[in-house]
């Protein structure tokens, strides 16, 4: 079995050295960027199994990056990973395509299950948002 193909999006390389580590023995990191433009790029030219999505990016935001993402890539799916909890945030995210969203606080426990569910092509919401709408 091989592993899936990840394309990991995040500001901070602190925290995308992080989401590789977490991945290790679950997917292989094809692609790291720093912002939207860079994360359509690197989707396109690489053409990921995953995009895994930080939404406050500099220069184009990951709810934008994701639409546009959505037409360079449209086989990847793309599962939110942000610290933005707003309920109108994640509603957003949330609305187009992508398969999940999962809170940068929820990522060590969360992130390899959020994975496996994209995988499988069902949809991903962070516990901690699930509780908060509940």
């Known amino acids: 079995m091989s592993l899936c193909r990840v394309l990991i999006v995040?500001?901070?390389?602190?925290?995308?050295?992080?989401?590789?580590?977490?991945?290790?023995?679950?997917?292989?990191?094809?692609?790291?960027?720093?912002?939207?433009?860079?994360?359509?790029?690197k989707a396109e030219e690489h053409q990921p199994d995953v995009i895994i999505l930080d939404i406050g990016l500099p220069n184009l935001d990951g709810i934008e990056a994701h639409k546009r993402i959505s037409v360079a890539a449209p086989r990847s799916k793309t599962l939110f990973l942000s610290q933005y909890e707003d309920e109108a945030v994640v509603s957003s995210a949330l609305s187009g395509s992508s398969y999940?969203?999962?809170?940068?606080?929820?990522?060590?426990?969360?992130?390899?299950?959020?994975?496996?569910?994209?995988?499988?092509?069902?949809k991903y919401l962070s516990r901690g948002l699930a509780s908060a709408e509940a």
């Open 100 to 122: 999940g969203y999962v809170l940068k606080s929820d990522a060590s426990r969360e992130l390899l299950p959020a994975l496996a569910a994209v995988l499988r092509g069902q």
């Open 10 to 41: 995040d500001d901070f390389p602190a925290f995308r050295e992080f989401v590789s580590y977490l991945l290790a023995d679950s997917a292989r990191v094809v692609a790291q960027a720093s912002d939207g433009p860079e994360a359509i790029r």
